[in-house]
């Protein structure tokens, strides 16, 4: 947004003039939609042939990597084992748990950065520290501080989520404009009031950007966790596929971690939109 | 209006007021020696070429900035920072984006801890003395610019405040709208006087408006002439070929001519020096 006549957008003809609706994408095109379809054939086709046919190039090979029909077999025996529920539900509850903790305290943490010098004299340097370590080799530590398994991989994907969610939050706290808080302050608006009737709004999208970019990245950390030190859940049945030579079921786990992340992270956006009315995307 | 008691007074008061942007050696004086008395109810515009401190001067008024010396007294109270009793109406975009037309115009309300179905009765109310009755549900973004003005005022002057301070609210619109918005604006001051600081830099406007017009120096912006205007109310689009009216103009640009050549100063705006980035 922009002060001042010259960086005005352009403006409706005047007050009579109809109201301006927002537009929503268009739609792709049948062709588009046919050509992409198609490019997911062809992978699928170079696959099945790469495994059908065991090629060898030397640094790397398909000799042992299943194919396609075997795959989808694997896959249709999970989803018959009353293990695939296990597995998705030990999954998604560490998920969710260290993902809602990162929220919270993301959130929180970077509205006050975002607002208060003092908070982010105080709070921005051991972040910047702790920022570039990735998640993954938090791992042993995270063995060392809890005594649960089950806790340590939720702080792992906890310390996944947090960053994401944390930045994005300061950047849309720092972005609220100055003009609308001096405004809200002009009709009586208090401290608390500009916070939740100002700042947190202007802040939402940008939370709801890092808290997808936050759910994706909370998948990745907790199936490297699983992996370690896990007893159920995806990552650990990928690598258990692996340790017990069950090669088919090893890229099932790896599709499943895909389209649960996906999943998850189409969740959030949506349900972004649903808290943002006000946006292009907010209403149907 | 039955829901809106004529405030009880309005007189402002600046006893030489000085005013300073900026920090540490790039800051500067804005105004300097500001005296000024404004009686209740009455129209002022001021009116300076851009960058000479009017905006700032509002500012000041709406206690959004502070002063370097001097004083600067609402009804006998020194004004210390923003109120509703002293509505702003920014030049454009302080509508909130996330609240309905009707909420945003019930802010003000809500600010003060009214309950949910008086204030949006009462907001509906004032939606209906600017005319937009039907826009109530939809998001600022949908409104044209002009109707977003519209909303600014209703949104202001539904605190009931005792001074209405205006910058350049007009500013953004196409001129045919800025008319349409002038003539607007003296119907509803006649419904609801209240005293009126109006900042442009549009002699027909200040002219077509006020009571008195201000006209402001260049930076250091101090108060050149103060010029009463007589002119009967209502008043209409013929006014401005009024001879009387032709004549103050001429004297208007007379004192706006700049002398040095000088090309013109960037604007500033009523929170101080323009925002970085911002056009």
Redesign the interface.
């Known amino acids: 947004m922009s002060a001042g006549a010259l960086g005005a957008p352009a403006l409706a003809a005047g007050p009579t003039a109809p109201p301006r609706r927002w537009t929503i994408r268009p739609r792709l095109s049948l062709r588009r939609l046919a050509t992409r379809a198609a490019a997911l054939g062809l992978g699928l086709l170079a696959w099945h042939l790469a495994t059908r046919l065991k090629l060898d190039f030397g640094p790397v090979t398909f000799r042992n990597v299943p194919t396609p029909a075997e795959v989808a077999r694997a896959a249709w025996a999970l989803a018959q084992s009353p293990k695939l529920g296990a597995h998705v539900g030990a999954s998604l509850a560490r998920v969710l748990t260290g993902f809602l903790a990162a929220l919270a305290a993301g959130i929180a943490i970077g509205l006050a950065i975002g607002r208060s010098r003092l908070a982010g004299d105080l709070l921005l340097p051991p972040l910047e520290v702790l920022r570039p370590i990735p998640a993954v080799a938090w791992i042993p530590l995270a063995i060392l501080m809890f005594p649960s398994s089950e806790a340590s991989m939720v702080f792992i994907t906890f310390t996944g989520a947090l960053f994401p969610i944390l930045l994005n939050t300061v950047h849309g706290a720092e972005a609220a404009s100055p003009r609308l808080v001096a405004s809200a302050r002009s009709l009586g608006a208090g401290r608390a009031a500009i916070l939740r009737e100002v700042v947190i709004p202007a802040a939402l999208p940008s939370i709801v950007t890092g808290a997808a970019i936050g759910m994706g990245t909370a998948w990745f950390c907790l199936v490297t966790a699983e992996m370690i030190s896990g007893q159920y859940g995806i990552g650990y049945f990928t690598w258990e596929s692996y340790t017990l030579q069950n090669y088919d079921a090893i890229v099932v786990g790896m599709l499943l971690i895909g389209l649960l992340g996906m999943g998850s992270s189409l969740a959030v956006r949506g349900l972004g939109r649903l808290a943002m009315p006000w946006t292009p995307g907010g209403r149907p | 209006m039955s829901a809106a008691p004529i405030p009880s007074a309005g007189r402002i008061e600046i006893a030489e007021a000085a005013i300073r942007l900026g920090t540490g050696a790039a800051a500067f004086e804005v105004v300097r020696e500001i005296d000024l008395a404004i009686p209740p109810r009455q129209f002022v515009c001021l009116l300076g070429p851009s960058g000479c401190g009017k905006s700032t001067l509002l500012g000041a008024l709406?206690?959004?900035l502070g002063l370097a010396r001097g004083r600067i007294a609402l009804d006998g109270q020194p004004v210390a920072?923003?109120?509703?009793e002293?509505?702003?109406v920014?030049?454009?975009?302080?509508l909130?984006?996330?609240?309905r037309v009707i909420d945003n115009v019930a802010?003000?309300p809500k600010?003060?801890g009214i309950a949910k179905p008086e204030r949006l009765a009462l907001a509906r109310e004032f939606l209906a003395l600017v005319?937009l009755a039907d826009?109530a549900e939809?998001?600022p973004?949908?409104?044209?610019?002009?109707?977003q003005q519209?909303v600014e005022i209703a949104?202001?002057l539904i605190?009931r405040p005792r001074i209405l301070l205006m910058d350049e609210p007009f500013?953004?619109?196409?001129a045919?709208?800025r008319l349409?918005?002038q003539e607007l604006l003296l119907d509803i001051w006649t419904r609801l006087p209240t005293t009126v600081v109006f900042v442009t830099h549009d002699i027909d406007e200040a002219l077509f408006l006020g009571d008195r017009v201000l006209v402001m120096s260049a930076r250091p912006g101090r108060i050149l002439e103060d010029i009463p205007l007589a002119f009967p109310r209502p008043r209409g689009r013929d006014l401005v070929t009024d001879p009387d009216f032709v004549a103050l103009k001429r004297r208007c640009l007379d004192l706006l001519r700049p002398r040095d050549g000088k090309p013109p100063l960037p604007?500033l705006?009523?929170?101080g020096l323009?925002?970085p980035?911002?056009?």
């Open positions: 709406a206690g959004h920072g923003p109120d509703p002293r509505g702003i920014f030049q454009q975009h302080t909130l984006p996330w609240r802010f003000g600010m003060r005319g826009s939809l998001y973004p949908e409104l044209s610019g002009g109707m519209r949104r202001v605190n500013g953004a619109l196409d045919q709208t349409m918005m604007r705006t009523p929170l323009p925002l980035g911002a056009a």
